[in-house]
């Protein structure tokens, strides 16, 4: 059908512009008066015959600078509005290709035009066939279309077309971009091919219950034919549902089963060519308890366990294995082994005396088994009977001679400042302590000057405010019921400088 003619914006009505009013021609002034200012023309060439009154205005020009005032010039004319541009239309689209094709149908595309007017803009397109050979364009849509893409339908298979494409806008048409080569209307043929994601290339595990939603694109042309099998047989509908659309094909099943597990296999087909797709899925759930589980030996603080592995392992490997142990007196279970692999493991460090029962919880990877297996008998770890000899008890004998840790150093001291002589002894019976001066027992009971203590064996004499005469030779000797020893020094009192000055004096 022909395209309906673009609407064309009319352009808002034009002003007639009002007409410039004549000056009069100036009057020749008297010599007195000033003559009124006369403006040059502008951009006007004079006639010949209007040279002299040209000249005649030169000398009234003078005037004003003879200190008269000019004459005020005339008001100005309001302008007219200045009318809009025309409207113009754009350039051609760019790029127009062919992007898919039927045997009723042909989809182009194309680039918007490389220049738009602002003010004209740019309203749609029109798509324009005809066949090869015609001159006989028709419009392929009604109705101007925005989009760069457009689907040409209800062709003829076989026909070659002749397409190009218009941008239309209140300016009018552009100028048409063809696409240079007749299109055949003809589906283009391509092999299928299921295009496998690369998660279902290797085993598809699912628990239980869960839902099992597989969307797997495909590709051919024609359309190709989709059918599915599981395990070699047709799928059951009761079980699963097939969705397919125009590039791929959907597996649903709303709560999976065990029974769901198997080899599904999709194929699409194109006449003679087909394509197929495996997939393996795998339906998991929880494994049932060890098949038996016994004590194989009971022997110090240790238990020996064997057992088997479970009759149902819920459709995937056993992992591991959990051994707890509950004592009879307070009935807790504590896990041992956690992950265990083994089918027997020994379990120690039991505590004697007690009684033990021990089960196994099976695991896979959907967790561990709901039931577990339980020894039938218990393991008792039996006291030992220990004959206990104890060694005869032998006292140390701590008795010891006296003997000084710490001896007497010679000392020096001066008139009237008290003075200490230390020493430390040991030994056992405690030594009876005394003191000498140049081989004279002190008393301090008889003289207070000299005081004599003996604590936790620190020995000490202590000599109050000495005089000339108390220096010479001390001795502390210790003695016990082993014998004695004894340790000494030389006691030097100096006197006081100061006071032998004043006696000199």
Known sequence: MPAKPAPIKKAAPKEPAPKKEEAPAPAPAPAEAAPAEVAPPAEVEAPPAEAAPAEAAAPAEAAPAEGKAPAEPAPEQPKAPAPPPPDEPTSEPLEVTVDDKSDTSVTITWRPPKTIPANSGLDGYTVEITKEGTEDWKAANEDLTVSCRYVIKNQTTGDRLLIRVVAVNPGGRSPPATIADPVLVKEVGARPKVRLPRFLRQRYVKKVGEKINLVIPYSGKPKPVVSWLKDGEPLDSKRANIRTSDRDSILFIRQAERADSGSYEMCVKVDDFEDKAAIIIQIIELPGPPASIKIVDVWGFNVALEWTVPKDNGNTEITGYTVQKADKKTGDWFNILEHYTRLNATISDLIMGNTYTFRIFAENKCGLSEECAVTK?????????????????????????????????????????????????????????????????????????????????ICTLEIRKPGPYDGGEYVCRAENTLGKVDTGCKLEVKKLVNADAGENK
């Open 377 to 457: 008998g218990e393991a008792t770890i039996v006291k030992e009977v220990i004959d206990y000899k104890p060694t005869p008890f032998v006292e140390h004998d701590f008795t010891e001679a006296p003997k000084f840790t710490t001896v007497l150093n010679d000392r020096t001291t001066t008139v009237g400042y008290s003075t200490k002589l230390l020493c430390s002894v040991r030994g056992c019976p405690k030594p009876k302590i005394m003191w000498m001066k140049n081989k004279m027992i002190l008393n301090n009971m008889d003289n207070p000057k000299y005081r004599m203590i003996s604590t936790g064996g």
